[in-house]
């Protein structure tokens, strides 16, 4: 079992910034890949960003150039840094763990249980 916890969601401006934190605990030896989601109301949820295991990311278009993921891997903590933050990044952002390192099947990974960012206009 691995468990997430996310931190750091807040109501800012637009075109201010926040860092989103995820911490996982458990049974992190077998966390290989990483990301970030969000939900808006009403709406599915969506890939932000991701951090493999190979040390790459990737980037949704609606973030890129403003967000960035970052990982410690020494205490398995994932970051979000979202700046120029914009009114459509309104959301619920939920951490995602993949525990592709241990024969384990955990259908869709792990989830927090989500952090609450606003952004007014």
């Known amino acids: 079992q691995v468990q997430l916890v996310e931190s750091g969601g807040d109501l800012v401006q637009a075109g201010g910034s926040l860092r989103l934190s995820c911490a996982a605990s458990g049974d992190t030896h077998c966390i290989s890949n990483m990301a970030w989601f969000r939900q808006a109301p009403g709406k599915e949820r969506e890939l932000v960003a991701a951090?493999?295991?190979?040390?790459?990311?990737w980037y949704s278009d609606f973030v890129k150039g403003r967000f960035t993921i970052s990982r410690d891997n020494a205490d398995i903590t994932l970051y979000l840094q979202m700046n120029n933050l914009k009114p459509e990044d309104t959301a619920v952002y939920y951490c995602?763990?993949?525990?592709?390192?241990?024969?384990?099947?955990?259908?869709?990974?792990?989830w927090g249980q989500g952090t609450q960012v606003s952004v007014s206009s």
């Open positions: 951090s493999r295991d190979d040390g790459s990311t």
């Open positions: 995602n763990a993949d525990p592709g390192k241990c024969t384990v099947v955990v259908p869709g990974g792990y």
